[in-house]
C-alpha cells in the first residue's frame, strides 16, 4: 500500500490517499470525494491529514476520462454567463472568477470574491434548477484570484502564485521588514491582488539567518565616537547607519559596536 498527496483543488489543501496504484509525481489519476468524481494529480507537497477529506483514488486516468475532463472545461463560460445573471437578478454583491465541473458531470463548484459575509442560499437553490446538478459556491482571497485569472507582476514575469499548486504561502509584513523595505510602502511591496507579494517569502528565512548578531533598528548602541541610533541595516554589506546622539549621520560595521 503506497500513500500520496494528491492534488484536486488549486484552492484547497491536498489530500492525502491511500492506494495499491504504484503511481508517480505529476501522473493524473481518477479520484471520489462526498461520492463525486474527479481528476486529482499526484503531487510532492504535504497533504492535509487522510480522514480530514474521504478521497479515495479509483484509478489512473485514461483517456477517455482526459477527454471528458477538458469538455466539461468548455462548459465553464455558459456557466459563468448564466450565473453572473442569475447573481444580478438576486441582487448579491459578489464576483465570480472560475467554475470546475465535476468529471462525471454531477456537481458544478463557482469560485468567488466577495468583501464581505454573502448569503448566497437562494442562489445556489436557483443555479441547481437552472443547471439540474448540484452546485456548490466557494468563496476565494483575491490571491487565488488573482491565481485563477493569471498575469504578470512588476518583475515583467509570470506571477509566483502560478507556480504554487497547492496552498498559497503566507505572507506577512515581517518578511518585508527583515529585509528592509517595508519602508517603501504598501504600493511598492504588493502585487496585483492588491495583498503582500509571495516573492517577499523567497529569502525572508536567509535574511532572518544573516541579521543574527545586529542591533534592533531604533535601538541604542554605542561606539567609541559616542552614541547613536539604528535607523538602517544592510545585511550583505554589514552596514548599519546611525543617528548620533551628539548630531549626524555615521555608517560603521558591526564588528565596531561596543
Known amino acids: 500500500m503506497h500513500t500520496y498527496s494528491v492534488r484536486v483543488y488549486n484552492w484547497e489543501p491536498l489530500r492525502q490517499c491511500n492506494s495499491e496504484l504504484d503511481l508517480n509525481i505529476g501522473e493524473q489519476v481518477v479520484v471520489k470525494e462526498d461520492l463525486v468524481s474527479e481528476i486529482g494529480v499526484i503531487d510532492s507537497g504535504e497533504s492535509i491529514m487522510a480522514d480530514e477529506k474521504k478521497t479515495i483514488i479509483v484509478r489512473k486516468a485514461t483517456k477517455r476520462d482526459l477527454e471528458t475532463y477538458e469538455k466539461n472545461k468548455e462548459k ?38 466577495a468583501d464581505e459575509r454573502i448569503d448566497f442560499r437562494e442562489l445556489v437553490k436557483n443555479l441547481s434548477k437552472i443547471f439540474h446538478r448540484s452546485v456548490r459556491l466557494h468563496q476565494v482571497g483575491s490571491r487565488d484570484e488573482a491565481r485563477k485569472l493569471g498575469g504578470c507582476g512588476v518583475c515583467g514575469r509570470d506571477l509566483c502564485c502560478l507556480s504554487f499548486p497547492g496552498n498559497l504561502p503566507s505572507i506577512s509584513i515581517d518578511m518585508a521588514r527583515v529585509q528592509q523595505i517595508a519602508h517603501r510602502g504598501s504600493e511598492r511591496i504588493s502585487g496585483v491582488c ?13 535574511y532572518q539567518q544573516m541579521l543574527i548578531g545586529f542591533p534592533e533598528i531604533h535601538s541604542s548602541v554605542k561606539i567609541k565616537e559616542g552614541k547613536g541610533e539604528v535607523i538602517e541595516i544592510n545585511v550583505l554589506t554589514g552596514d548599519i547607519k546611525l ?3 551628539e548630531g549626524g549621520i555615521l555608517v560603521v560595521k558591526k564588528e565596531v559596536l561596543l
Not at 454583491?93 to 463557482?110: E, F, Q, R, T, W
Open 243 to 245: 543617528r548620533m546622539s
Open 194 to 206: 492588491g495583498r503582500l507579494m509571495c516573492c517577499l517569502s523567497y529569502e525572508a528565512a536567509q
Open 76 to 113: 465553464k463560460a455558459e456557466i459563468l454567463q448564466l450565473s453572473k445573471s442569475e447573481i444580478k437578478r438576486v441582487g448579491l454583491n459578489m464576483k465570480l472568477v472560475d467554475v470546475h465541473v465535476s468529471l462525471d458531470g454531477s456537481n458544478s463548484i463557482i469560485l468567488f470574491t
